[in-house]
């Protein structure tokens, strides 16, 4: 009888481990979203979150601030803005965010990267390393940069501009040697205007002082971890997007990604 009460009682307790260790491995697995790059396009920067908020939900990912204040990083749990000025701070909790993409970080898989010389050098060596076209991933590159060309969007006033003009008045910034971290996520054609399908990273050097959209790079070496994320998980905002007059906004409009050789 006894034997069997502690066979029961191991049985109970298995059981709970395991499920609750399955709970925790699918949280892990899930891309968080707010907002779409369709409201975005269309002037649409209200929040949908605030920091506390997404930090709930992941500790590694990107997105831009309320009113299209600056870029976001996220990275180990923590905040950033990297704002037009070329100013990388900590963000607060209050802050509010109409566009982000989270994940709660794991490594499925680490490489070594080599040199590169374009960020489409980059893009090519990290499709190697993905096995599949259908899901996303999340990529954390750290690395040593000769180059590297960021970009952050400057707080717009209403009538709000859509995201075309707003990205012609962005901020760009040319910094030489650094050592830093790449955030950033690799998403399918199948997410089509909800989000951007292909490569998308955010940077932040290791002394927490630059940072921003990446635009071009050239990288000495890095180590470059992946996450295979099979679950999404998308908020939309709460304001109706009102589509500006006269205007239809694509996503070729955008005029973010410039060469290092452009202004
Ligand atoms: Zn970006």
Redesign the pocket.
């Known amino acids: 009888m006894r034997k069997m009460m502690i066979l029961l009682l191991t049985v109970v307790v298995c059981s709970f481990w395991l499920s609750n260790v399955l709970v925790l491995s699918g949280e892990k697995d899930v891309f968080y979203q707010g907002g779409t790059y369709a409201a975005l396009y269309a002037g649409n920067y209200n929040q949908v979150a605030t920091v506390g908020q997404i930090k709930e939900k992941g500790n590694f990912g ?1 997105g831009v601030f309320d009113l299209l204040d600056g ?1 976001m990083i996220v990275l180990d749990g923590k905040v950033y803005q990297a704002d037009s000025s070329g100013n990388v701070t900590k963000v607060k909790n209050d802050a509010g965010v109409p566009f982000y993409e989270v994940v709660n970080f794991q490594v499925d898989s680490e490489k070594e990267l080599g040199s590169v010389e374009s960020i489409r050098q980059l893009y090519n060596q990290l499709d190697r390393f993905r096995k599949r076209d259908d899901v996303i991933y999340a990529i954390r590159i750290e690395g040593t940069f000769p180059q590297i060309k960021t970009a952050a969007f400057s707080r717009q006033y209403y009538p709000y501009p859509n995201l075309a003009e707003a990205a012609e008045r962005q901020g760009v910034f040319h910094y030489e040697n650094v050592t830093g971290t790449l955030v950033g996520f690799w998403l399918p054609d199948c997410v089509d205007t909800m989000n951007q399908p292909g490569y ?1 990273f ?1 940077f932040l050097s290791d002394d927490r002082q630059k940072g921003g ?1 990446l635009l071009e790079l050239e990288m000495e070496k890095g180590i470059g971890q992946f996450d295979e994320i099979v679950e999404m998980n998308i908020a939309f905002s709460g304001v109706m997007t009102t589509p500006l007059a006269g205007e239809q906004v694509l996503p070729t409009m955008i005029t973010r990604q410039n060469g290092l050789s452009e202004p």
Request: proline share 0%; aromatic share 0%.
């Open positions: 990107l870029d998308h955010h959209h």
